[in-house]
């Protein structure tokens, strides 16, 4: 008997006496069993996923007529039983169990039903070419690499941006403008959509515009950053010849494109005191470094609001026109993100607006169709967007809690968007693996934990070489069982591992520093005790992570390679306060 889909009548088929058992949901469509009271499976069938009443049919069956060799034809199963949720049906299935008869693939979230000439083997995979949670090609939306066209959020910081670039858009050279704010607060993204704004403008009035993104990350010298310039807009990177020849080279490449020539540095802190191509740049046309007919200008991006302060006085002056802060996001805006990124991420979910003659209207986006944007989306409704109030979401796939939970952790923590969307993408995947056909406040707990420690990881990491130290030193005394260290402790395995590595070796108040440091960075945790022997404050350490955790993180740093902190615990248990 081969499978088939249920036909228009399926109201007159649900008052026949059969009785349904959801199998899977493949592609948005509920197949279900459906057998006689006979117990003999008959076939699968496509029904509505929301009609009432199925997903309660789920008691335990067995089929005692098709245990072994199915008799006769028709569906097979050698099943104890049946549930409507896939993550049971997951926990019953083994291998080995029941055959089917079928000559099309159907595939099952976890499982493959393959076709064959005969009887066939149900295949079990942890893969699947579906989700019943994200939609195809949604999770996109929800990596780091996405950016969205609009950013309702940051109207007025995109306004300030606006005006720093009207002038190019006129034929002149853009203002130097500095965009700061922690990270996560759509500096990056601002600057990029009104920037394919100008780009857009400038192609369909035939205006000689050039643009360039640079990412300073790993960049720390302006000669690097100078050579980076000069292979974007030239092709040539002249890496090896003196900073005044680079820097000729990065003139004649601006000569060569001509125009308003547009610098984006993210990152730019990167740079630190080193300012040289900073000053340099703004002043080329005053200078005559450029062509008349060439207007140089710089957007720099930070995530750290003290480094412009640390400049030259002279290339603070002469780098930033305008300066625009982007202050962290509340929750009610982190919620409005998160909505919009849902409603094109996750299947079955819609946005929920309100028009101003207060109607209530659902949005959803057509991924198929359009790019993700919500322009096309507004088009088939009778109202402008900028003039509807975005109220939240109406998903199958998401619980209620769900976008609020998410958006409350991040706006408790920095107010990044950035951290707020990598909760909802965890909650969903953790969700997804468990078997779950719905993302629940469960799920956000633990993904949020799971972050947590991520950030905490990738926070050692980035330690100097002292913050490395002075957490070896610590995790060496803990794995030799001490508990509660005091300074003093920490202080001569400190000096032991410092001379071993060949670091400097600071004093030991100055290295308590970066222990409350770590303590800041929840890595270690730092009590406060009674007043030391020079009445000063007194300290006791221990670890916040597993001692395994950090020593992989430390024994993957370079200096700290030829540590066995197994053996140098085990010498410091017996006293002995040397590596040998």
Not at 564 to 580: E, I
């Amino acid at each position: 008997m081969e499978p088939y889909i249920k036909a228009n009548n399926s109201s007159q088929k649900l008052r026949s006496k059969m009785s349904y058992l959801l199998l899977t949901t493949i592609n948005r469509k509920s197949y279900y069993i459906r057998y006689p009271a006979t117990g003999s499976v008959e076939g699968i069938e496509r029904v509505p996923r929301n009609r009432p009443g199925l997903d309660a049919l789920t008691p335990p069956y067995r089929f005692p007529n098709n245990c072994g060799q199915p008799r006769g034809p028709g569906w097979g199963f050698c099943l104890d039983r049946l549930s409507c949720r896939v993550s049971s049906i997951r926990r019953q299935f083994r291998t080995g169990w029941g055959v089917i008869r079928t000559s099309r693939t159907l595939r099952t979230r976890g499982f493959m039903w393959e076709a064959l000439t005969g009887y066939t083997t149900m295949v079990s995979s942890p893969y699947s070419t579906t989700s019943e949670i994200f939609a195809v090609g949604g999770e996109d939306y929800l990596k780091e690499g996405h950016t969205p066209t609009t950013l309702p959020e940051r109207q007025d910081e995109i306004l300030k941006l606006r005006r720093s670039l009207k002038p190019a858009a006129r034929g002149a050279g853009a203002e130097n403008t500095f965009l700061s704010g922690k990270a996560g607060q759509g500096k990056t993204a601002a600057a990029k959509a009104e920037l394919a704004e100008l780009e857009a403008f400038a192609a369909a009035e035939g205006l000689d515009l050039t643009t360039i993104f640079f990412s300073c990350e790993g960049i720390s010298s302006s000669y690097t950053l100078a050579c980076g310039l000069c292979e974007e807009i030239g092709g040539e990177n002249p890496n090896g010849h003196p900073m005044q020849k680079v820097l000729d080279h990065l003139w004649d490449a601006m000569n060569e494109v001509g125009g308003t020539v547009i610098i984006v540095l993210d990152e730019i802190d990167n740079l630190g005191t080193d300012d040289k191509i900073l000053y340099s740049l703004p002043r080329a046309r005053d200078k005559d470094y450029v062509n008349d007919d060439v207007y140089p200008s710089i957007i720099g991006i930070s995530n750290d609001l003290q480094w412009r302060d640390n400049l030259d006085p002279a290339a603070k002056d002469s780098l930033y026109d305008d300066s625009i802060f982007f202050a962290p996001y509340d929750a009610n805006e982190l919620r409005d993100i998160l909505s919009r990124r849902a409603s094109k991420a996750f299947r079955d979910t819609k946005l929920v607006y309100e028009t101003p003659a207060g109607e209530t209207v659902e949005i959803s986006v057509n991924l198929d169709d359009d790019d993700g944007s919500l322009a096309e989306s507004f088009d088939t409704i009778d109202a402008d967007r900028d003039e509807c109030t975005l109220i939240g979401i109406e998903s199958d796939v998401l619980s209620d809690d769900v976008i609020p939970l998410c958006a409350a952790y991040a706006a408790q923590d920095k107010g990044s968007a950035r951290q707020a969307i990598k909760y909802l993408r965890k909650a969903a995947a953790i969700a997804e693996s468990e078997g779950d056909a719905c993302v629940e406040e469960e799920h956000v707990r633990t993904a949020k934990g799971e972050a947590e420690r991520e950030l905490i990881i990738e926070g050692m990491e980035q330690l100097t070489t002292q913050g490395h130290l002075a957490l070896a030193a610590v995790t060496i005394l803990e794995l030799g069982g001490h508990s509660s260290i005091r300074t003093r402790e920490v202080y001569e395995v400190y000096k032991s591992l410092s001379d071993h590595i060949d670091a400097d070796q600071l004093a030991q108040r100055r290295m308590r520093d970066h222990l409350i440091e770590l303590d800041m960075l929840s890595i270690i945790r730092a009590r406060k005790s009674a007043s030391g022997s020079v009445g000063g404050e007194a300290y006791k350490f221990e670890l916040r992570v597993e001692p395994s955790t950090a020593i992989d993180v430390l024994e993957a740093v370079s200096r700290f390679e030829s540590i066995n902190f197994d053996d140098l615990a085990k010498n410091w248990l017996n006293n002995q306060q040397t590596l040998g």
